[in-house]
């Protein structure tokens, strides 16, 4: 099996055992995080309703960042998201890593939801 498609596979199986155990309400929404080589993404979501309650990313237009794939860009898409998630009334959060070690830049954007004011 080609290395990246192992590396796939076990991100998926790691996703998937979160998943069974994370759900978002609407008291206590998710706070789920996609990265990809370039970007970093994150959004609130009341699985419930199935509805997404804010989202941001690097590839938003109202974050003025050099580079947007390292941990000062996803520490600042934590931050822009607290601020989304305060104005919506939002305080507390389930954090949902979607696969991915919780080291880097998944690390650095937790940071920055919770310098933010958001409590996970």
């Known amino acids: 099996m080609n290395k990246n498609v192992a590396k796939s596979l076990r991100r998926s199986r790691r ?13 206590k929404p998710r706070l789920t995080i996609y990265k990809s080589l370039n970007h970093m993404y994150a959004q609130i979501v009341n699985d419930l309703d199935g509805v997404t309650l804010a989202a941001a990313s690097t590839s938003t237009k109202g974050l003025k960042l ?17 601020e989304k998630a305060k104005a919506k009334g939002i ?19 937790a ?6 004011g958001l409590k996970f």
């Open 15 to 27: 996703r998937i055992g979160i998943r069974k155990r994370v759900q978002g309400t609407a008291g």
């Open 66 to 82: 050099e580079k947007t794939g390292n941990s000062d860009a996803a520490t600042k898409v934590g931050e822009m998201l607290a």
């Open 91 to 109: 305080s507390e959060v389930v954090f949902d890593r979607g696969g991915f070690k919780f080291h880097g830049r998944v690390k650095a954007l």
């Open 111 to 116: 940071d920055g939801a919770r310098k933010g």
